[in-house]
């Protein structure tokens, strides 16, 4: 028999060591593996108060660039709610539809600028067509046909479509569409007086030049035309049949 370690007899009368010093090490190793443990717990937990709750990195300032100052109140305006609340909670997704859910805007950006800023960027919806609504408004469209805003009176630069009918089609503004779009940027900007009569041919001025488009077929090749023969300056243009235009 060996000092300091407990025995038990067995059976035969034989003595066994039993190795409670072993045991007594693996009890305090387990303690110091659940001391571990508990403390990581208790760091992760903090990281995450500092994080997700803490006002350490809350939202202190908005950084918001954009095409007009029109959709930059727009976004100052929307983005006030997120400002004081920590930057990794900031649902920037649902930031960017209110933005954007106002027509006078084409798109938004809502980026973390961590620790404590969101960086937005916005961009303005361009109109290039007025189109003539009642009661002398005008609603002022994009290159996409989405209307951005109604207002008594086209910016300048944008030329307004009007029907002899009073009220212009769908049809007809996308025809209006396409035609400003084939014409060279040059030209588009000079456009007055755009109509469409019933029988959906169109006709504008440009200058003291009046121009008889006519359908909507054969944008490309008319927009070509009417460049060339306004270089003459004549009082009018036909290009409604491409094949065989008419000046006077």
């Not at 508990?38 to 300032?61: C, K, Q, R, Y």
């Not at 951005?148 to 503004?173: H, I, M, Y």
């Amino acid at each position: 028999m060996r000092l300091g370690t407990p025995e038990t007899a067995r059976s035969d009368g034989r003595v066994t060591a039993f190795p409670g010093g072993l045991a007594r090490s693996a009890g305090r190793g387990g303690r110091r593996r659940l001391a571990w443990l508990a403390g990581a717990l208790v760091t992760a937990l903090l990281a995450l108060w500092i994080a997700f709750a803490s006002p350490i990195f809350a939202v202190h300032d908005v950084r918001i660039t954009g095409s007009s100052e029109l959709v930059r109140s727009i976004a100052k305006k929307v983005t006030a709610s997120a400002v004081g609340v920590p930057v990794l909670r900031v649902d920037t997704g649902s930031l960017e539809a209110q933005i954007e859910a106002d027509s006078r805007v084409a798109d938004a950006t809502v980026r973390r600028g961590l620790p404590r800023s969101l960086v937005v960027e916005v961009v303005a919806r361009l109109p290039v067509l007025g189109v003539e609504k009642a009661k002398g408004q005008v609603d002022l469209v994009d290159i996409q046909g989405v209307v951005a805003e109604r207002v008594t009176k086209a910016p300048a630069g944008v030329p307004v479509v009007s029907s002899a009918s009073g009220q212009v089609s769908p049809a007809g503004v996308e025809a209006a569409l396409d035609l400003l779009t084939a014409l060279p940027e040059s030209l588009r900007a000079k456009v007055q007086n755009l109509r469409i009569d019933a029988t959906e041919s169109m006709s504008f001025r440009v200058g003291a030049t009046t121009v008889t488009w006519g359908g909507a077929d054969r944008a490309e090749v008319k927009a070509r035309l009417v460049q060339i023969l306004l270089t003459k300056k004549p009082a009018t243009i036909d290009v409604s049949a491409p094949d065989t235009p008419t000046t006077t």
